[in-house]
């Protein structure tokens, strides 16, 4: 299938399962607004990083997506006007230590440089993503702050959906179906809303870099299911963004739970 088929399919379920949510919560037009924005945005990013999953080895292409939280405190900071620890600045300079370490033209192959920097898309859209859950979807409950985020991926992506040929975008045989379900479910509607719900409560900065210890998980996956061997590149590059992940975890949780569940005027 094509790259922005599968990317499309990932929030094609929680988008229509949800779109009710949107239509009853029409009031936080600006909310909603912010939402699709964001989801828009890390629909579009899904292309490069299924993109670079086609040529790229699988755990080396999780590296790079871990630089998502160097783009969340970018934006934070940027856009929002949230100024980024030192603690922060620490764990995403390593993060990013371990994306040049595991992406270095002498760990994969020059050719696929132009595949990997494409694929830094999807990292860009995740940051926009939480930064917008943190700053803006607060006044939200969680169902609702999903459902916006979903439905901007969608629209992002239904144009190439329909330009595309029926080959390319319709799974072929049952096997395919039953996958396209796995990763509806299992990789987008329920961790996507255990995020939603987290997210405003630890902060942006801390949902960044917590959220990287995927990355163990993205490279068990390379080696046990799809056979690819763990270079030390890799391998350096996982146990970098683990430290990251320790050098926030003595900070002070950022608690706006009596923002969400303050009554809207």
Known sequence: ???????????????????????????????????????????????GYVTALETAPASTVGVMYMTYPIFTLLIAWIVFSEPPTRRALLASATILLAAIVAGAPGAVAPELIPVLILALAAPFGFGL??????????????????????????LGLAPLILTSAPSEVIPQDHETWILIAGIALASALVPQLIYMVCSPIIGAARSAVF??????????????????????????GCLLILSAILLVQS??????????NKPSK
């Open 251 to 260: 900070r002070a949780t950022r608690n706006v739970t009596n923002t969400i």
């Open 129 to 154: 993503s939480i930064c917008v859950l943190v700053h803006r979807l607060v006044r939200l409950e969680p169902l609702a702050r999903l459902a916006p985020v979903s439905l901007g991926a969608v």
């Open 211 to 236: 959220g990287s210890v995927e990355l163990p998980t993205m490279i068990a996956v390379a080696v046990f299911a799809l056979g690819e061997p763990l270079t030390w590149p890799q391998g350096v």
């Open 1 to 47: 299938m094509a790259p922005h088929a599968v990317a499309f399919y990932r929030y094609a379920l929680a988008a229509v399962v949800l779109l009710p949510i949107v239509l009853r919560n029409r009031r936080y037009w600006r909310e909603i607004s912010w939402g699709i924005i964001s989801g828009v945005t890390m629909g579009l990013g899904w292309i």
